[in-house]
């Protein structure tokens, strides 16, 4: 009877023992299982991760390395300058006939004066020399303003030993006969051409003012400015001896 109610007892008590051993084992073998799963996923993703981004420097680093990697494109060149256009050869024509083929040559052309009219200026320039190179602007020994009239050009001003126009020599032109000149020239928008002249003999000194020649509207001519460059001055039809040129 006592193993009877032992083995009753037994097997009464073993269903709830068996019960919760069965409901604690697997519950503690399930959380730790899944713990573990998490465990090699988090170190597969992380394996997997750490390959991919490999595998990614490589492909871009790829198209570099080929054989068919697009070349490198070259910066774009500047745009040429566009050339100079060439001196007509009516103008090339007149420089020359009123001084020569000799070192002449057309420095500018178009409405010099601001009146509407062509004009050129051109001159027999010096070629640059140990001597006269240290000299700022251009060494001349003869220089012309010429106006288109019609289908001609005529001379209105001219730097030979003296400077002068048609009226006579302009105002502060040396007495004695000039060699060479120092010719400097600015072209304001609205005065037009403004002529700096220089003896050559007295260039290299600062304290020698060049004489400046600009045309005046209101007698329209080119005349010379007071030591300001603010007043034209009037031309005399003499010098004190012989003038050793005329105005052509």
């Known amino acids: 009877m006592r193993k009877s109610m032992s083995s009753h007892a037994t097997q009464d008590g073993c269903c709830p023992t068996a019960a919760h051993q069965c409901g604690l084992t697997p519950s503690f ?16 993703t992380g394996a997997t991760l750490k390959i991919f981004m490999i595998l990614l420097v490589v492909a871009c680093f790829l198209p570099g390395c080929g054989a068919d990697a697009p070349a490198t494109k070259s910066e774009p060149t500047a745009p040429a300058k566009p050339a100079t256009p ?28 601001k009146t509407g009219k062509q004009q050129f200026l051109a001159a027999n320039v010096v070629p640059k020399t140990p001597k006269n190179e240290n000299l700022a602007g251009t060494i001349v020994t003869r220089a012309v303003v010429a ?12 730097c030979d030993e003296h400077l002068k126009n048609a009226k006579g020599f302009l105002g502060l032109t040396p007495l004695s ?49 007071d030591r300001n460059y603010e007043q034209f ?15 052509r």
């Open 233 to 247: 001055l009037s031309e005399s039809p003499t010098l004190s001896g012989t003038p050793r040129s005329r105005l």
């Open 177 to 225: 006969s000039v060699a060479g000149w120092r010719i400097q020239y600015e072209q304001d928008p609205v005065r037009g051409l403004q002529l700096y002249f220089t003896p050559v003999a007295t260039a290299a000194d600062p304290h020698v003012l060049p004489i400046g020649v600009r045309w005046n509207p209101k007698v329209k001519r080119y005349q010379t400015m």
């Open 147 to 158: 106006e288109e009239d019609g289908e001609k050009w005529s001379e209105i001003f001219r």
């Open 86 to 113: 060439a001196v007509p050869e009516d103008v090339t024509a007149a420089a020359e006939s009123l001084l020569g083929k000799d070192l002449t040559q057309v420095l500018l052309i178009g409405d010099l004066a």
């Open 29 to 44: 073998l399930s959380w730790g299982s899944l713990d573990n799963r998490s465990r090699g996923i988090s170190r597969l």
